[in-house]
């Protein structure tokens, strides 16, 4: 059955690639985005790459009213929320930022989500909540202890979302602890575009495989994992992506929490090896100390989501790494090298760079 999906946040990354999903099921998509974080390029691409109409609201969440006029305009059957701030570093320099935009985003959206009587909510949770676990792999009941403001908002979101779950029995929300979303939609045409010097290990790697920055610093390889370099459990944003649809198809009453992860690990060194295979181009790399607030290992146990969802994410690290790859070699400066006059600090493309995977499109 045809529904109309609000997507907040749907220009960025892992919601864009939810949005293309939502479309190829034949869900009507409207998205709310303030483009904070993201291009207008990503929103036209979604309707490209689903060959479906996507309507399209610049509007920032924190504006209650802008919202509410967008919930008039559409009869929205339930809501992905995606939008959010979510650099760990920034949000230690400015906590106020995130608290305000993050919780004052959540809360106008659940009471324009009440006001019109749509109660279907799928939440952007994060593996961030756990903090540094005290077992692995981490299940959903493991203790919540976030170290930072980031994931401190994430946490309270998700005790706002239990709390009005509890008060009104209509509402069915899920809320989705994603471990580590890489890779891009096989298309190459959408992927991780992020501003500035990225905070994340993969952007970081697939920018130095195109040219654009000498090497990687690896964080400290006296961690006690095996080989001594941080380990995460990294998911394919496309496997992600349809762990939201999977979470929409079985919302229940109430309000429940599903980790979306692969439940395997892979180290830093592994992550540079397997790009330097899939690219064909070499990866050099300093060690140096430590990044504050960093853990040895993430690592979710999915079997809940798996189970419950009938969800799995079975998409390798090659094919992750090898979509990424494909991605940052046909746009080594994101959505900017489709704007002409934009700056760039990249080489030209490599017109043999760009090594697709033969993985289907979802
Ligand atoms: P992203 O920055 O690419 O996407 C977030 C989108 O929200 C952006 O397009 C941004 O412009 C928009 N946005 C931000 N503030 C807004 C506001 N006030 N009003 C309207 N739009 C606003 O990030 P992403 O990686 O796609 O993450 C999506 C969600 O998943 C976020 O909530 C994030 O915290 C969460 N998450 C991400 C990761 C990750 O590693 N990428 C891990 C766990 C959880
Ligand atoms: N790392 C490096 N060099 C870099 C970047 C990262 O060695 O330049 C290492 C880190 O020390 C860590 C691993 O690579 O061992 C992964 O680091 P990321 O920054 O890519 O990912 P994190 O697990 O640290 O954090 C990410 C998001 C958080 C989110 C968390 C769980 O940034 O917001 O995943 O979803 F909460």
Redesign the pocket.
């Known amino acids: 059955m045809q529904e109309t999906i609000l997507v907040t946040g749907g220009a960025g990354y892992i919601g864009s690639h939810t949005a293309i999903a939502l479309a190829e099921r034949g869900h009507r998509v409207v998205i709310v985005d303030n483009l904070a974080n993201s291009s207008r390029r990503a929103v036209e691409r979604i309707g490209e790459l689903a060959r479906a109409e996507v309507d399209f609201h610049e509007v920032d969440l924190v504006d209650n009213e802008a919202l509410g006029e967008v919930f008039g305009q559409h009869a929205i059957s339930s809501v992905i929320h995606f939008a959010g701030l979510?650099?760990?570093g920034e949000s230690v320099a400015e906590p106020l930022g995130y608290y305000r935009t993050n919780l004052i985003s959540t809360i106008n959206l659940l009471e324009q989500m009440e006001a019109n009587h749509v109660w279907d909510l799928v939440f952007s949770s994060?593996?961030?909540v756990y903090g540094d676990p005290d077992l692995l792999p981490i299940p959903e009941d493991a203790k919540l202890q976030p170290t930072n403001p980031?994931?401190r908002t994430?946490l309270m979101i998700e005790d706002i979302c239990r709390d009005v779950a509890a008060a009104d029995d209509r509402w069915r929300i899920s809320l989705l602890?994603?471990?580590?979303?890489v890779g891009a939609h096989p298309s190459g045409r959408i992927g991780e575009d992020p501003r500035g010097i990225?905070?994340?290990?993969?952007p970081?790697v697939m920018q130095v495989a195109v040219g654009r920055r000498d090497q990687?610093?690896?964080?400290?390889d006296d961690?006690n994992t095996a080989d001594g370099?941080?380990?995460?459990d990294y998911i394919h944003v496309v496997d992600l992506a349809m762990g939201h649809l999977a979470a929409l198809d079985h919302l229940e009453p109430g309000c429940d929490v599903f980790n979306l992860g692969t439940g395997t690990g892979a180290s830093?060194f592994e992550?540079i090896k397997t790009t330097e295979n899939v690219s064909g181009r070499p990866i050099p790399f300093e060690v140096i100390g430590?990044?504050d607030g960093?853990?040895a290992t993430?690592l979710a146990d999915p079997s809940k989501a798996n189970r419950n969802l009938e969800w799995r994410a079975d998409r390798s690290l090659d094919v992750m790494l090898a979509d990424s790859w494909n991605w940052q070699s046909k746009h080594p400066n994101g959505f900017a090298d489709d704007d002409p006059g934009a700056p760039t600090d990249a080489p030209a493309p490599d017109p043999d760079g760009g090594g697709a995977s033969p993985m289907p499109t979802s």
Request: glycine share 8%; hydrophobic share 35%; net charge positive.
């Open positions: 979510k650099a760990v994060s593996a961030t980031y994931g994430k602890r994603y471990f580590n979303p990225p905070n994340n290990l993969v970081y990687v610093q690896v964080y400290g961690w370099t941080g380990v995460r830093v992550i430590r990044r960093d853990i993430s």
